[in-house]
Structures are given as C-alpha cells and as structure tokens.
C-alpha cells in the first residue's frame, strides 16, 4: 500500500470533518498531510482545535483558505461542501412546506433546490482539480450526492466517485435481523455478504442478501418479528416490504408514506434542517469561546452524539418511535465507507463497497453515464460496478428515471447561460418531480431556485 502525500478536505470547517480526519488516523495509510480548505477562517479554527483534540500528533493537519493552494498535489480529495450552508438548507424546507410539500434536504424540492446551487460550484471545481491535481481520487460527500457525483464525472471521468452510508446502514442491519455478523463498522459489511442493492442516491432497494449460496432475505421479509427489530422494518412496516419483495433505503419512506412524512414533519414544529443549525450553532459559539484547549473536541463528541441519534428522529413517531440502536450507531457513517474506499484505492486489499459510480451497463435501461448507487469491486485502479443480479422492476426502473430525470433538468438549469432554458428546465424539474405533484408549488420552487443560483 502505498500513502497518499496530501490529502485535502474540502469544506475543511465542517462539522463531520472530524469523522474523516478521526478514521484516516485510525486507518493505517502513511498521510504526509491533511489539509482542510474552506471559505470560513473562524470554523476551520474550530475544527483544527477539535483535530488536535481527537487525533493529536497522529496527523499533521493545516488548514487554508485557498483553493488552488489546497489542490496542488493532491493525491486524495474528499469533498464534504455544503453549498449556501444550512441556513440554505432551512430555507429550502421551509419554503418547500410553507407550499404544503415534502421539505427534506436531498429528496424532492429541497433536493432540487440544493442541486440547484451545488451543481454550479462543483462543476467549477470539477475544472480546478481536472488542473492543478489531474491524477488525485476524488471521494465526493457533497449532497445531493448523485447528481453532484455525475455533474463532476463529467469533467474528472471514472477519477471521482460518491459515497453515502444509506445502503450499508440498511445492509448492516439486515445482517444483525438475519443473525449474520456484519463486522465492526459500516466498511467492513458488504466485504462479507453478497448485497444484491440497486438504486440511484437516497432511493434504492436490497433486493437480495446472500451467505454461503443462500439468500436469506425472503425469510427476512416474511417475518414480521425480526422485520419489527431494526429501523427500516419499524418504519415501513412487514406489509409493504413484503409487497414489494425488498428492503427500501430509508429515504424511500418519502415517497412510500408522502402524506404521513409531511404529516409527522409538520407536526415536529421544525426541520431537521433547523434542528441540525440550531445544535451546530450552539456547538461552534461554544468551541470558539472556550480556553480549555480540550473543550473544543469535548463538546464537538457531545454534538454529533446527539445528531446521531436524532437522526431521522422527526419521522420515528408512534409505532415507529425509539432512538436509533447503540450499535448502528458504533459503526460509524459515510467516513467508514470513505475510508474503505480510500484504503482499497491506495493499494491496500480489495473491497467491496456500494458507491455511486456510472452506470455503464450495469442497470439495463438507464443511461450510461447516469450515475447509479451499486455494489463495486474497488482496486487500485479504481471503482468497477458489479453485474446486476436481475434487472429492476418497472417500478424502480421509472422511479430512478423519472427522479434522475428530474435531477439532470435542475442541473442543466443551473448551468444554462439562457435565461429562458434555465427558466424551463427548472420548471419541468419541480413539475415532474413525484413528490411536488402541484403546478402551483412548481412554478414558485423553480423560481426560488433560480434566484438561489
């Protein structure tokens, strides 16, 4: 295995930084530097304090305001922005429910609002590492991450590839329903079973779950009990996973259960979104403020305690409620499988990760440069998808496309140089889009997010 001399973090000043700095000085890998960039002089002061705090000497860690600075070099990128910060995203949910529509940050209107502003600042900087640091692997965090991974792919090729926790966190905790050991974090899991998952980002099925030649997943679904024990059974219930004959991504509950998410939303009284600022807020006034050189990492493991198991909190109501379990929460998230990735692409042994990398011919109709979220073999030279076990249903077949679809519209939008293509494109975004289902709610959506690029 060899190292990778600078690793930059783009968005280095946010606050799950600290994960992936954590799990790079676990993971082994010879890191000469770790560099975090990002537009916030004060966080990123906040972050390096929380750094030396949780990983000390174990890695050297500067930080910069300066882009082309950061990307000269590089050999690893993560990119974990948040582009209009999450004041953006209340603003999206908010504007979203205020129209009597699903507000969530990655799904439906605010997903299309997000895309919207990030689409444009990750393609320009798709150009920037394409110049200053050609040969570097990019690990893109930057939500809406399917459409943000495929606008960048278009300039930095088979060179970037996107990561989201959903699917193993679903797989995990399959295994532990089905009795199977899924190893100790989020990374280790799809390495010992084989998942027959198959979707696009933040919407997507396990459709199999294979141990030593046997699929154990149809005993899973006809068994309300052990459906009962973990959160995706919770929250869907044993009726439709059986009807459909496969476990959904969680986020596919948006879609499932529209009415009921914006029923249990609205009632919370606030959005995750704001639940998220408000706790984030308290944490780096708090980090800033404080002389104790070991308050910063204190507090900050105290808040992403709390966002951990608050996670999805809004839509754990009635039958469905408790917080999150002890050990889904040990295992980590999206830095696990990063760092995997990270691990197997520096040389190390080869993996088996669920990544969003394009489609090729992997999902027979959809398009090949679509990027699709499946099951990969990762080696040195890169992230190659694996055959899919049998072709999607009808029903998943047209809602990745008419999602995906509705995601490319709002991303040529944000790109055009034509006010009125921008302005249509955006419109048959929100007018398509399932979860809108209102012309009225459309036309205000598309012309908020125009104003917001």
């Given amino acids: 295995m060899y190292g990778y001399v600078r690793v930059i973090i783009l968005g280095g000043g946010g606050f799950r930084v600290p994960l992936i700095a954590k799990e790079l000085a676990a993971s082994g890998l010879p890191v000469g530097e770790l560099v975090l960039y990002d537009t916030d002089p004060a966080r990123l002061g906040v972050i390096a304090a929380v750094l030396n705090g949780l990983v000390g000497d174990s890695l050297t860690v500067t930080?910069?305001?300066?882009?082309?600075?950061?990307?000269?070099?590089?050999?690893?990128?993560?990119?974990?922005?948040?582009?209009?910060?999450?004041?953006?995203?209340?603003?999206?949910?908010?504007?979203?429910?205020?129209?009597?529509?699903?507000?969530?940050?990655?799904?439906?209107?605010?997903?299309?609002?997000?895309?919207?502003?990030?689409?444009?600042?990750?393609?320009?900087?798709?150009h920037r590492i394409a110049g200053l640091a050609p040969e570097a692997w990019v690990i893109s965090m930057t939500n809406p991450a399917?459409?943000?991974?495929?606008v960048m792919a278009r300039v930095l090729g088979e060179r970037v590839i996107g990561v989201c926790d959903s699917p193993v966190g679903l797989i995990r905790r399959a295994c532990g329903a089905c009795g199977i050991d899924p190893g100790?974090?989020?990374g280790a899991v799809t390495s010992r079973v084989d998942a027959g998952y198959?979707?696009?980002n933040h919407l997507g099925w396990l459709r199999s779950l294979t141990v030593d030649g046997i699929d154990r997943l149809p005993g899973l679904l006809a068994d309300p009990g052990r459906l009962g024990s973990f959160e995706e059974g919770r929250l869907f219930g044993p009726d439709i996973v059986r009807a459909l004959g496969a476990l959904p991504n969680e986020y596919l509950y948006w879609y499932y259960a529209n009415a009921e998410s914006l029923r249990d939303v609205l009632a919370a009284g606030r959005t995750r979104g704001e639940h998220v600022r408000d706790r984030q807020r308290e944490f780096y006034a708090a980090a800033a403020g404080h002389d104790d050189?070991?308050?910063?990492?204190?507090?900050?493991?105290?808040a992403n305690d709390e966002r951990n198991r608050s996670y999805f909190a809004e839509l754990r109501t009635g039958e469905k409620a408790g917080e999150r379990d002890e050990a889904d929460v040990a295992a980590g998230g999206y830095e696990s499988v990063a760092l995997a990735l990270a691990q197997a692409l520096a040389g190390g042994p080869e993996a088996r990760l669920i990544l969003n990398v394009r489609n090729g011919t992997t999902i027979g109709g959809l398009p090949e440069d679509m990027v699709v979220e499946v099951p990969c073999r990762v080696t040195a030279g890169g992230a190659v998808p694996l055959p899919a076990r049998t072709d999607p249903s009808p029903h998943e077949l047209g809602l990745m496309s008419v999602v995906r679809g509705c995601e490319r519209d709002i991303a040529a939008a944000s790109l055009s140089a034509d006010r009125a293509d921008a302005r249509d494109l955006a419109l048959r975004a929100f007018a398509q889009h399932p979860l809108i289902g209102s012309l009225d709610a459309a036309r205000v959506l598309a012309a908020a997010a125009r104003e917001s690029t």
């Fill in 198 to 200: 198959l979707g696009i």
């Fill in 293 to 302: 050189p070991g308050a910063a990492a204190r507090l900050w493991r105290d």
């Fill in 63 to 126: 930080g910069t305001t300066d882009l082309d600075a950061a990307l000269r070099g590089a050999g690893l990128i993560f990119s974990a922005l948040r582009v209009g910060g999450l004041d953006g995203r209340v603003a999206d949910e908010r504007t979203a429910l205020e129209l009597g529509v699903i507000g969530q940050e990655t799904v439906g209107a605010g997903g299309l609002a997000s895309a919207a502003r990030a689409v444009p600042v990750v393609e320009r900087l798709a």
């Fill in 146 to 150: 399917g459409i943000v991974t495929e």
């Fill in 184 to 186: 100790p974090s989020l």
